[in-house]
DNA sequence: AATTCCCGCCACGGG
DNA sequence: CCCGTGGCGGGAATT
């Protein structure tokens, strides 16, 4: 039955407008798909029913998980001809079917050979959509071209050395820092009708990048697996793949791993070409990151998910780790985490993991991955970072949680009830925090819940060593955000993964531990004990809209002596520190 | 109307 | 010149 509807919705949907209009015969119609209509659609076919039928109507929610039986058949009948829509063509069901065809860790000994032509054949596509899977199927080292028209497929296998290289260099090129100062002028534009110290912030951004010229990033390579064609860094192209590359860093060193577009897409021009015909080349970008995030969902690394926003909630992916990463991380956070639905990561783990494979890269033959002191580099990172961590008043990594749309809000508001935690954060694990913490945070006269989602108190729990105060991907949406004294801001709607809703955290082992961090954040001209904190806070700051220009302003008046004004200092320090509560487990 | 993103023209570079 | 690649943007489908 599907192949019917495949082969006739073509005729219908093109006959009306292109055939008469301007093009004439070149435009859509085109390319009968419905020439091969013979539709050997074997396989995955099922699959591909599936989540075409799912998506289009929307309306029968239950679909997926009850298809199976009764449901079934009463909405495919219905609507049963027009479930050809667009999604079935979709480049990431696409990806999906070609996934398909692949183990996720093939065995090396045998033959991995792809080939481009019997793909797009067998898979019944144009070979344009098999270049722009295998780009960024590349750029993930998954697979690497062995010759014309031939790659080779390693599937998952260097997918977390890759993962790791990519976040190295992202820290690098401080996309962090750069999607903050974005964010930050996309919030001030809004608020802003008066858009004038905007050109201060670029030029921040500019000092940022221009440090040694910030050389554009070249397709990053990974040591075994480099260069077969000698193509490979021939300069041009590779755009795809390198965007893609990028794309991914950004999620990688963003804390709650949150990236919306536009900012991306910011991010990735910026870095390019400085400044040019925006609008054009930014709409052309972000079909490019459609693109990409496409692939990157089937292969489950990233889902969709919204960011509240004033402006109504705005479209973003989130990275999500897969389980099998887990398994390679195990060792040391270990027992910690018991294995989760979705696996998250945990971030020092990965981080340290990073670091490993890194380092202990065996035939490290030449690593391409650019600057070799990238590695030394990146070390003295990881070294800072976990000094940092373990740091008893650590405000410093709690700042990763802050530097990005969600936390940002939740720094404005933050505050939930501040328990002084002894800075027991030290790497003495277990044994400190559990219990003797008060476990009744919002309590508090401001306690006021985050949307319609009351969070189990008992959820707080803590990460045992003193590693991160991060706040777990699947979490994040269960921490209660409370709005700080002032109270103008109005209730603010956090940020929230349905998904991780339905899965009740409850259900999954208490947690074992509390841990409670109280971290304040210093005004940006502040000269917090590292510039990275500063940064840092300063995002914090500017965190939501709303909060933010008041936030602004008295920071700024501060840092200017001019600005005798000479606000209250309490009321300052009342507004800028914060407590927040981390979860881990 | 805005967002998502499919389609395929056509340029580019290697053989 | 041919062919594999893949940049790029129109505009259709969806939301």
Not at 256 to 279: F, H, N, Y
Not at 356 to 372: E, I, Q, V, W
Not at 408 to 428: H, Y
Not at 492 to 521: D, E, G, I, K
Request: overall charge positive; hydrophobic content about 35%.
């Amino acid at each position: 039955c599907p192949s019917y509807q495949r082969s006739l919705r073509p005729n219908i949907a093109l006959t009306p407008l292109d055939n008469q209009i301007t093009m004439g015969p070149l435009a859509t119609p085109k390319k009968g798909r419905e020439v091969g209509s013979v539709d050997p659609w074997t396989p995955t076919s099922n699959l591909k029913m599936l989540i075409s039928a799912a998506s289009p109507e929307i309306r029968n929610r239950e679909k997926e998980l009850c298809m199976d039986n009764d449901g079934r058949d009463s909405l495919e009948s219905t609507q049963s001809e027009k479930m050809i829509s667009r999604k079935e063509k979709s480049l990431g069901l696409l990806c999906h079917k070609f996934l398909a065809r692949y183990p996720d860790y093939p065995n090396p000994a045998l033959n991995n050979d792809i080939c481009l032509d019997d793909v797009a054949t067998e898979l019944n596509v144009e070979r344009r959509r098999i270049y722009d899977i295998m780009n960024v199927l590349e750029s993930l080292h998954m697979v690497s071209r062995s010759a014309k028209n031939r790659y080779t497929w390693h599937g998952r296998t260097k997918l977390a050395e890759t993962l790791a290289i990519l976040k190295q260099v992202g820290e690098e090129h401080r996309y962090s820092q750069q999607m903050q100062q974005i964010r930050q002028r996309l919030v001030e534009k809004e608020f802003d009708f008066d858009g004038e110290e905007k050109e201060n912030e670029v030029a921040v951004v500019d000092l940022e990048n221009g440090e040694h010229g910030q050389k554009e990033l070249f397709f990053v390579e990974l040591p075994g697996v480099e260069f077969k064609a000698a193509s490979v860094n021939s300069r041009k192209d590779k755009s795809l793949r390198v965007m893609s590359q990028k794309f991914v860093m950004l999620f990688l060193v963003s804390n709650p791993r949150v990236v919306s577009l536009d900012v991306a897409a910011k991010i990735l021009i910026g870095e390019d070409q400085a400044a040019d015909q925006d609008k054009n080349k930014f709409k052309t970008k972000v079909r490019r990151l459609y693109d990409i995030a496409n692939v990157l969902r089937s292969l489950k690394l990233i889902e969709k998910v919204h960011v509240a926003e004033e402006r109504g909630r705005k479209p973003a992916f989130e990275w999500v780790e897969l389980p099998e990463n887990l398994a390679l991380n195990s060792e040391n956070t270990s027992t910690a985490c018991p294995p989760r639905k979705k696996g998250v990561l945990e971030p020092r783990a990965s981080a340290d993991n990073c670091a490993k494979n890194l380092f202990s890269s065996p035939g490290t033959k030449r690593s391409f991955t650019r600057h070799p002191s990238l590695i030394k580099l990146a070390k003295s990172i990881q070294d800072d970072r976990r000094k940092i961590n373990s740091a008893p008043s650590s405000p410093v990594k709690s700042d990763s949680s802050v530097n990005s749309d969600f936390p940002n809000k939740m720094a404005q508001l933050a505050a939930i009830c501040k328990i002084e935690l002894d800075q027991e954060s030290l790497p003495t694990p277990t044994s400190v925090e559990p219990s003797h913490i008060p476990l009744q945070p919002p309590t508090q006269e401001q306690a006021v819940n985050t949307t319609a989602n009351p969070i189990p108190h008992a959820l707080l729990a803590a990460q045992p060593s003193g590693s991160v105060a991060y706040i777990p991907a699947q979490c994040s949406p269960l921490i209660p955000v409370l709005l700080p004294q002032q109270r103008g801001s109005g209730p603010y709607a956090v940020y929230l993964n349905p998904s991780s809703l339905r899965s009740n955290p409850l259900a999954r082992p208490q947690p074992t531990s509390l841990a409670v961090r109280s971290m304040t954040f210093e005004d940006k001209t502040g000269q917090s004990p590292n510039g990275q904190s500063a940064a840092k806070s300063h995002t914090a700051a500017d965190a939501s809209p709303l909060g933010v220009k008041r936030l602004r302003s008295e920071l700024a008046s501060e840092g200017s002596p001019s600005k005798a004004k000479r606000s209250d200092p309490t009321f300052k320090v009342r507004k800028l520190k914060c407590a927040i509560y981390v979860i881990i487990w």
